[in-house]
């Protein structure tokens, strides 16, 4: 199995910055895509932004400008550096890692892993 750890969420004021921290570990072969998804009271999850093993990114509009994804390939790590906070950057911030597992010797198997979610409060 693969489990994912999050970390760096809290309370900020609108304009301050915080930096999530996302750290993969298990029976991992290989990870493709890392991601980081917000879910606000009453919304779906929304993708805020991701990341390729090659360092290709992708940004929800919102995040433009403002937040910043980047992965340690040997630590098995995302981070996501959000700056200049919003009321509407609240939400429960989630992090999903895709790729392949080892099953058994020789045998690996897809796997798309969520962790359990880190709230980010932007209020004053």
């Known amino acids: 199995q693969v489990q994912l750890v999050e970390s760096g969420g809290g309370l900020v004021q609108p304009g301050g910055s915080l930096r999530l921290s996302c750290a993969a570990s298990g029976s991992i072969f290989s990870i493709n895509a890392m991601g980081w998804y917000r879910q606000a009271p009453g919304k779906e999850r929304e993708l805020v932004a991701a990341?390729?093993?090659?360092?290709?990114?992708n940004y929800a509009d919102s995040a433009k400008g403002r937040f910043t994804i980047s992965r340690d390939n040997a630590e098995n790590t995302v981070y996501l550096q959000m700056n200049s906070l919003k009321p509407e950057d609240t939400g429960v911030y989630y992090c999903?890692?895709?790729?392949?597992?080892?099953?058994?010797?020789?045998?690996?198997?897809?796997?798309?892993?969520w962790g359990r979610g880190t709230q980010v409060t932007v209020s004053s």
């Open positions: 999903n890692v895709q790729g392949r597992r080892t099953v058994f010797a020789g045998v690996r198997a897809p796997y798309d892993a």
């Open positions: 990341i390729t093993t090659g360092g290709a990114t």
